[in-house]
C-alpha cells in the first residue's frame, strides 16, 4: 500500500506516526509480509497511515476539485475522515487508531469471533434471520450496512457458520472474511471500555466541517461528543449505505471523492447512489 506513495512530500506523515505509535511505518508500509499485516492492529495503523497520506497529498496538489462540504470514514476510515475535517491532527488520531487497534485485537483474541458479507438479501430480511436466529440462542449480529444487497455480520464462528447454511432461505449468500475478530459487535465491549479513556483524554477541535458517524449516520460539526460516538462504533453497526445518502442529500454533495487505500468505497457508492460522481484516489497518478 505505501509503495506508491514512498516519494511524495507527504510521505514525511510516516515519521510522525512512527514516533506517536512506536511502529516503524516505512517498515509495515513497504515491507512487511501480508501474514504479519492479518493483525488487526497493524492493519489498522497502515491502512490509517494511507489515507491521511492521500489526503494530504491531494490537499498540497489541490486534487479534491473544490471546498469540500463534508467527511465520511468506513469504520477505521472515520478516523483519517476526522483529520481531513479538521477535527484531529494527525498524531492525535494516529495515537488513537493504535490505542483501538491494540484493544480490538485483545478483545478478539480473548472471545474468537469472525464475520460475513451477505449479498443479494434486503437489510430487513438479513436483520429479521439474525434476530431469530439470536432468539435461537446464537450470537451473531449485523455489524456493517454497505450498501443495498450488502450486509456484514458478526459474531461466534459457529453462528456464522450455521448463518451460511440459512442465507439461501433468504435468497443470500454469506461469504466469509478473512479478519481477526467479530468486530462491530458486543464482542467488542472490552475493546470500548478500554478506547474510552484514550478518546476522552483526546482534544478535538471546537469546529470543524461535518463528518457523518457510523453510529447515526448524522453530520455532526463541533459541538458534539465525538468520545461517545467513537466507542459506541465499536459495539454497533457501521451505517454506510445511510451515511452516503446523508452525504448526498441533506448535505448536498454532488462529487464524492475516496482516499486511501482500494477503491471498495467507490463501489459501494455507486450502488448507493448511481447518479453521484465519485473518484478514487488511490495513488498519486489519479491525483493528476
Known amino acids: 500500500m505505501g509503495e506508491p506513495w514512498r516519494n511524495t512530500p507527504s ?75 479538521g477535527a484531529l491532527t494527525v498524531p492525535a488520531a494516529a495515537a488513537l487508531v493504535a490505542a483501538r487497534g491494540r484493544a480490538m485485537r485483545r478483545a478478539a483474541e480473548a472471545k474468537e469471533g469472525t464475520m460475513g458479507v451477505l449479498v443479494a438479501a434486503p437489510l430487513a430480511e ?52 478473512q479478519v481477526g475478530g467479530a468486530f462491530h459487535s458486543p464482542y467488542m465491549a472490552p475493546a470500548a471500555d478500554a478506547l474510552r479513556a484514550a478518546l476522552k483524554d483526546t482534544a478535538f477541535a471546537p469546529a470543524h466541517l461535518p463528518v457523518v458517524a457510523n453510529v447515526d449516520a448524522e453530520a455532526h460539526a463541533g459541538d ?37 487505500p482500494g477503491r471498495t468505497l467507490a463501489g459501494l457508492v455507486r450502488r448507493i447512489s448511481p447518479d453521484t460522481e465519485v473518484v478514487s484516489l488511490d495513488g498519486p497518478g489519479a491525483l493528476d
Open 126 to 177: 438479513v436483520t429479521a434471520l439474525t434476530g431469530r436466529m439470536r432468539a435461537d440462542g446464537c450470537e451473531v449480529w449485523v455489524a456493517n450496512v454497505n450498501a443495498p444487497g450488502q450486509t456484514v455480520v458478526s459474531g461466534a464462528v459457529e453462528a456464522i457458520d450455521r448463518l451460511a447454511g440459512e442465507a439461501p432461505s433468504i435468497g443470500a449468500k454469506l461469504i466469509r472474511l
Open 11 to 85: 510521505w514525511e506523515l510516516t515519521r510522525d506516526i512512527s514516533e506517536v505509535t512506536g511502529e516503524d511505518l516505512p517498515e509495515l508500509l513497504l515491507r512487511t509480509p501480508g501474514e504479519r499485516l492479518r493483525r488487526t492492529d497493524l492493519a489498522q495503523l497502515a491502512v490509517f497511515t494511507v489515507s491521511v497520506i492521500a489526503h494530504a497529498e491531494a490537499v498540497r496538489r489541490d486534487a479534491l476539485g473544490g471546498r469540500a462540504a463534508a467527511c465520511a470514514g468506513h469504520s477505521l476510515g472515520e478516523y483519517a475522515a476526522l483529520v481531513a475535517a
Open 224 to 260: 458534539c461528543d465525538w468520545p461517545d460516538l467513537g466507542t459506541r462504533q465499536l459495539t454497533s453497526p457501521v451505517l454506510w449505505e445511510q451515511s452516503v445518502r446523508t452525504l448526498v442529500g441533506p448535505l448536498g454533495c454532488r462529487r464524492l471523492v475516496e482516499l486511501g
